[in-house]
């Protein structure tokens, strides 16, 4: 626009998503203090960690949002998925040494 002030920028309008709605959840949460060597801290509300099968790790992103029927279920497939697939990385593992 001709009539805006050098510098001034228009802000424009973006909805919520359930993503940014998750990430405002947790950002508003307590912080977490981690140090090595201390026992574990369980980041329950994160979901559960997926091994991809090229062995890195990812989590699922709309955990927050599931039910608890939903949750349940993909602990269930992940939990077994997760065994198969750490279990061929290391046959991988162990035949390249």
Request: proline share 3%; hydrophobic share 40%.
């Amino acid at each position: 626009m001709d009539d805006e002030q050098p510098g001034h920028q228009e802000r424009l309008a973006i909805e919520a998503t359930a993503a940014s709605a998750a990430t405002d959840a947790l950002a508003g949460a307590a912080a977490r203090e981690i140090a090595v060597g201390q026992p574990a801290v369980a980041l329950d509300e994160l979901g559960p960690v997926i091994v991809n099968e090229d062995g890195t790790m990812s989590r699922i992103s709309n955990w927050d949002i599931m039910s608890e029927m939903e949750r349940k279920n993909v602990m269930r497939i992940v939990g077994k998925r997760n065994q198969q697939r750490l279990e061929r990385l290391r046959l991988q593992a162990a035949g390249q040494q």
